[in-house]
């Protein structure tokens, strides 16, 4: 348990999942790539990532740097939770058709 807390608390993690989190961003932005759930997946390891590291070092839990790990961490499951839960509407108007 303790050795998956440690790879999950992992600076090699933090820097895979930020390469991933910029992949699927700009793969989302030109509409090429993975499917929507891919933002999501990078932002919610990422959570996991800082949660663990926030477990493991006792240095990122004292005073100001642990109320701005905190906030960080709660960041980032909002930002995933507005994700998930986002509405896109497209509207169609075709030449010379009536708009009512």
């Known amino acids: 348990m303790n050795t998956l807390l440690a790879r999950l608390a992992s600076m090699r993690l933090t820097i895979a999942a930020f390469v991933a989190l910029a992949a699927a961003v700009l793969a989302r932005h030109f509409g090429v790539g993975p499917a929507d759930g891919a933002i999501e997946a990078a932002l919610a390891l990422l959570a996991l990532n800082l949660g663990a590291a926030i477990v493991l070092r006792p240095a990122l839990r004292r005073g100001g740097l642990g109320v701005f790990h905190a906030c960080l961490w709660l960041g980032l499951l909002l930002l995933a939770w507005g994700r998930l839960h986002r509405f896109e509407g497209r509207v169609e108007v ?7």
């Open 94 to 100: 075709v030449e010379g058709a009536r708009l009512s």
